[in-house]
């Protein structure tokens, strides 16, 4: 445990560094690309709540990002600017939607759940398309971003990046102590053998309902910061393939550890950088490489640093 506290104070001191560093030798782009990493890094780790300890294989889970980056979007195209409105309400909406959509698929299993998952996903991913008021296939640009009454300026890049790093340490922290309280080992268990949760007196249908509410509402937080992060907002949040990404992210870095979705999300963010901009036809590289890692690290990368357990 020790062992893990130092690798964490090692990368958030690291990470605190990064914006004086690349101030210092003039590249702020590399803030920016930080910044996007730490957002998706949050969705990864929801993600990680229900996949890598439930056992769930969501293939519809950037429907959150969507949903929370169009609720600050549509909220923005109609006047209301204020963040302490904004956020709230595209956590608690996409909170209300997973519940809609775990309350169906989570009664199945398998094949099935994930297609479900998926088909509920290309719903919304078309609804964006087809609402023209808001952009439909070509997205809509936000208005002005989210506004915290002179608390914090997200105009400042600086200032951002510190928040995103706080909010995704503090998704860290929370999924941690749920996967390591009572409902954790219930929601653990159930992933593990099924039929003796059950034989035990607990019933996985409202556990596995409750994490994927949880997860879609820490997901719906880091589309908010997406939309805030872009400034521009696309149905294509939404597609499968922005799910089949994060799904990757939480797949190369460890399922069920703590540090492996943030891992994951900043091997494969930094790698698609990398390579394109040294090629264009960068993904024929990029694929075979996430197929490698993921025969030779099978615990994840996560697994390199220390063996993953909870």
């Known amino acids: ?119 509920f996903t290309q719903m919304l991913y078309y609804l964006g398309i087809s609402i023209a008021e808001f952009g439909g296939d070509d997205g809509m640009r936000l208005k002005a971003k989210s506004q915290f009454s002179g608390l914090i300026d997200l105009r400042d890049p600086v200032a951002f990046y510190y928040l995103c790093l706080a909010l995704m340490l503090i998704a860290v922290y929370l999924v941690f102590r749920l996967v390591n309280s009572r409902f954790g080992m ?39 910061l997406y ?25 190369l870095g460890g399922m069920a550890t703590t540090s492996g979705p943030v891992i994951g999300a900043f091997a494969l963010l930094l790698l698609e950088d990398l390579l394109s901009g040294w090629t264009q036809h960068w993904q024929v590289i990029l694929g075979p490489l996430l197929v490698l890692s993921v025969i030779f690290f099978r615990r994840g990368l996560a697994g390199i640093f220390y063996k993953p357990d909870a």
């Not at 799910?243 to 992210?249: E, K, L, R, T």
């Open 227 to 251: 939309a805030n992060h872009t400034n521009y907002i696309t149905p294509g949040l939404m597609h499968w393939q922005q799910s089949g990404d994060i799904m990757f992210m939480v797949i």
């Open 186 to 224: 219930v929601l653990r268990a159930s992933k593990s053998n099924d039929a003796r949760t059950r034989a035990i007196g607990f019933s996985p249908y409202p556990y596995r309902l409750a994490a994927f509410v949880i997860a879609g509402a820490m997901c719906g937080l880091a589309g908010a």
């Open 1 to 119: 445990m020790n062992k893990r506290l130092i690798l964490w104070a090692i990368a958030v001191l690291v990470l605190i560094a990064i914006p004086p560093f690349v101030q210092a030798i003039g590249q702020p782009f590399y803030l920016d690309l930080t910044r996007r990493i730490l957002i998706l890094a949050i969705a990864a780790i929801s993600l990680n709540l229900i996949l890598g300890y439930g056992g769930l294989v969501s293939f519809g889970h950037a429907a959150y990002i969507g949903i929370g980056a169009y609720t600050v979007g549509i909220m923005g195209f109609y006047g209301l600017t204020s963040g302490w409105l904004q956020w709230p309400v595209a956590i608690v909406a996409s909170a209300i939607v997973a519940l809609a959509i775990g309350a169906v698929s989570i009664r199945t299993s398998g094949v099935y759940f994930i297609m479900i998952t998926l088909a």
